[in-house]
């Protein structure tokens, strides 16, 4: 009896575990073999194919390709003609259009070039986005072509320009250049793509080569985009989006500079700020202003991103544009708030090309919270704001709520 259960037992250990065996013995794995061709190739492809099937030749740097069961690397490193044995891995293009932009679906909104044309891309005649900050390197190959007009106001606005010349707002810091990429770099094969990827910019340097500034240059630069190239606010060549990658305290001068742009209807956006405070910065902690805070790839809010934001969009190792025709990584709220920014310009372009009016601020806020994805508790919290801004979503409700 006892005999008859061990065999009993083997043949159920056999019948489940022999398969697996069988399954793991036959499974192959693709590997490069580095060979010594001094001694005889003949007799070492030989050798090698007794293991498993060779699929590629590459003699000039002495490279076998062959799929082979794993339980013959050992002996397949050991034999003496092998130099080394790799894996053959998988490699994918690097792509203009990076995880950033996928992620607020911007080339969904792309698609519908076909019959919007190059709104779909954010142009259009009279749709500007101002970039508030350290300047734009306007010789950048992915953005030659995208800044038309910029203002500088440094050193409590002793410094002062406004015009064409835009090598006076050229960057020497970096970060109004990288905000510039993700808002507008080309659709062009190379480099990385904005969301934007055929918007107008205004750039209007407030901050020095070291990032820091003044209030009162940062009112002025608000201003002066309000009032566009006319010198006359309420006209076609205002600033439409005004994006401001920057923050502080609250002050009356900066409030009173949003409410003036606000009632032009400047739609202004800005960083939430990155101290990990309960409440954004100023200007993004007046209720005008649409405030963005940052989420990295995995969709988490890092702990620096100050909460209670009206949105979030990416802002965690976002690759973009740098001055000197390079491109870098950076991170922080800076990075997520040219995405809304960007946003906001394709409802505009859009809407004008269907033959609509603008949206006014208080519109644009409107559609971007309620049309945002949902992330973290339900509803609005205090981490994630109303959610990841959506550009398909906030397209479509632009086009089809208000006439």
């Not at 994918?92 to 190059?118: F, M």
């Not at 954004?280 to 202003?289: F, L, Q």
Request: proline share 4%; with cysteine; charged share 15%.
């Amino acid at each position: 009896m006892r005999e008859l259960l061990c065999l009993a037992v083997v043949f159920i250990l056999t019948s489940v575990l022999l398969p697996m065996f069988a399954e793991a013995y036959s499974a192959s794995i693709r590997v490069i073999i580095g060979v010594d061709l001094s001694g005889n190739y003949v007799r070492a492809k030989s050798v090698i194919e007794s293991l498993g099937s060779i699929v590629l030749e590459i003699p000039e740097i002495s490279a076998l390709v062959t799929e082979v069961p794993p339980y013959s690397l050992g002996h397949l490193k050991s034999l003496s003609f092998v130099k080394y044995v790799e894996e053959d891995k998988s490699i994918k293009t690097s792509s203009e259009v990076q995880w950033n932009v996928e992620v607020v679906e911007a080339p969904e909104v792309w698609a519908l070039n076909t019959t919007y044309g190059d709104a779909a891309y954010g142009y259009q005649t009279t749709i500007r986005v101002a970039v508030v900050d350290t300047g734009i390197s306007y010789t950048h190959s992915d953005l030659y072509g995208s800044i038309d007009w910029c203002v500088v106001s440094l050193r409590n606005t002793k410094t002062f320009y406004r015009g064409t010349s835009l090598k006076n707002c050229d960057d020497p810091n970096g970060h109004g250049t990288h905000v510039a990429g993700i808002i507008a770099a080309r659709l062009n094969s190379f480099g990385v793509a904005g969301v934007t990827p055929k918007a107008v910019l205004y750039a209007v340097r407030v901050l020095n080569a070291n990032g820091g500034g003044y209030v009162s240059d940062v009112a002025k630069g608000i201003v002066e985009a309000t009032k566009g190239p006319d010198n006359t606010p309420g006209t076609s060549d205002d600033a439409d989006v005004i994006s401001m990658s920057l923050g502080g305290p609250h002050s009356q001068t900066l409030y009173n500079a949003v409410l003036y742009a606000h009632s032009y209807n400047v739609v202004l956006v800005a960083a939430a700020g990155n101290e990990g405070a309960s409440t954004p910065s100023c200007p993004a902690c007046y209720s005008e202003v649409i405030a963005v805070g940052a989420i990295d790839q995995n969709l988490s809010v890092p702990s620096w991103s100050n909460k209670n934001s009206d949105l979030v969009a990416p802002g965690v190792n976002i690759l973009s544009t740098w001055p000197r025709n390079k491109y870098a990584y950076l991170s922080g709220t800076s990075m997520a708030c040219p995405h809304v920014s960007a946003i906001v310009a394709l409802m505009q372009a859009i809407r004008i090309a269907d033959g609509k009016d603008k949206l006014s601020p208080t519109q644009v806020k409107g559609i971007l919270i309620t049309t945002a994805t949902d992330l973290g508790s339900s509803g609005y919290d205090e981490i994630y704001g109303y959610g990841l801004v959506n550009a398909v979503a906030s397209v479509n409700r632009a086009l089809n709520t208000f006439s």
